[in-house]
């Protein structure tokens, strides 16, 4: 259980478009406040509100994912379902971090951004055995490797409002380069790619996400590429494969039903469409590791993919695609169907 409260103060009038919000409350369980407090403010325009260049100050105590090829900068990912065994591993991080970001194009569709600060990250302790609804296990947490390190962050965003997930149809993506120095001391280099097709209720999306961890004479659990499941070959286990080398791409065809395609309610009560969707997906996914990434994996007891591996999955979404079931197995292997799950928008 986390309590808590959250609000956005907006400066207005004193100062258009700067802003300061944030969140702070209680984890029960562990006993631990966490929160985030952000600040905002544009600069360099005719008028505030309108400058494309944006400053930030953050300040946190998080409980991170881990997991792979999420947003970089803005804070810390969301916590997946409670109420269910959970998809994501954590790290329990404290950061202070200053950023600028400059938008780019008439449309404000692309920006790089910047963002400096110090970090640090310690394994949290997991309190919770059982998920709260259903009789699942919650997995173990994965290793993390503890440490306070200075951390730099550069990034180049384009196509900004194409997701994969969202309806928005167009080419985007990403180039980040992130930087630790001190007690963990890592190069991580990403690039992501996502594509989006609608031809009236078929669509077609994709997505190719690589990346490279670099430096250093040791190579951070947190750090390393995890691929299996939910991230990225749903019939395969959940991150049953790891490096610190990988490549996750990923097609999506689907198909919305002609059925329960407006919202529901009537007046002020409304609720948004059911919109079942049929999709197939194809996936295919490879991790390695250098040396230093070799011995890391070793004491870990974790494992490379030993090539490319494949998966094939069909699933039922409905809610916009924020709940899906369905099957997948290997293709690149004889192996079972696994019925696979998914609460939220997952490529």
């Known amino acids: 259980l986390y309590t ?59 409980l991170a994912s881990t997991n792979d ?14 109420g269910f065994a959970d998809d994501h591993d954590y790290v329990d991080r404290r950061a202070a971090a200053v950023g600028l970001t400059r938008e780019l ?8 951004r ?21 009789t699942a296990r919650m997995r173990p947490l994965r290793p993390v490797d503890e440490g306070t390190y200075g951390r730099a962050v550069a990034a180049l965003d384009f196509g900004r409002q194409v997701t994969g997930d969202g309806m928005t149809a167009g080419l985007g993506g990403m180039a980040i380069v992130e930087q630790g120095l001190g007690a963990l001391d890592f190069t991580r280099a990403e690039l992501r790619l996502r594509l989006r097709r609608q031809r009236g209720p078929l669509a077609l999306a994709a997505r190719l996400d690589g ?41 999506l065809g689907l198909w919305t039903l002609p059925v329960l395609a407006r919202p529901l309610g009537r007046g002020r009560l409304t ?4 919109a079942p969707t049929l999709s197939a997906g194809l996936y295919a996914g490879w991790t390695d590791a250098g040396p230093v990434g070799r011995r890391a994996l070793d004491a870990l007891d974790w ?27 290997p293709l690149d292997r004889d192996g079972r169907w696994r019925v696979v799950t998914a609460f939220g928008g997952q490529l």
Do not use: C, M, N
């Open 271 to 274: 609720f948004p469409p059911i």
């Open 114 to 134: 910047v963002e400096l600060g110090a970090t640090s990250d310690r394994l949290p302790v997991q309190h919770l055995q059982r998920a709260l609804l259903g």
């Open 105 to 112: 194009g008439s449309a404000r569709t692309a920006a790089w």
């Open 303 to 329: 494992r490379t993919t030993g090539g490319v591996r494949s998966t094939v999955d069909l699933r039922l979404r409905i809610l916009g695609g924020a709940v899906s079931a369905g099957v997948a197995r």
């Open 211 to 251: 990346g490279a961890l670099l430096g250093g004479a040791a190579r951070p659990a947190q750090q390393l590429f995890e691929v299996g499941g939910v991230q990225g070959l749903p019939g395969y286990a959940y991150k049953e494969f790891a490096g610190d080398r990988a490549v996750v791409g990923r097609a």
């Open 4 to 62: 808590g409260v959250a609000g956005v103060l907006q400066l207005r009038d004193a100062r258009p478009g700067a802003l300061v919000r944030g969140v702070a409350g209680w984890a029960w369980s562990e006993g631990t406040a966490r929160g985030t407090l952000e600040g905002a403010l544009p600069f360099g325009g005719a008028a505030p509100d309108r400058s494309r260049w944006l400053a930030t100050a953050r300040v946190e105590r998080a």
């Open 69 to 82: 090829f999420e947003a970089p900068l803005g804070g810390s990912a969301g916590a997946g379902g409670g």
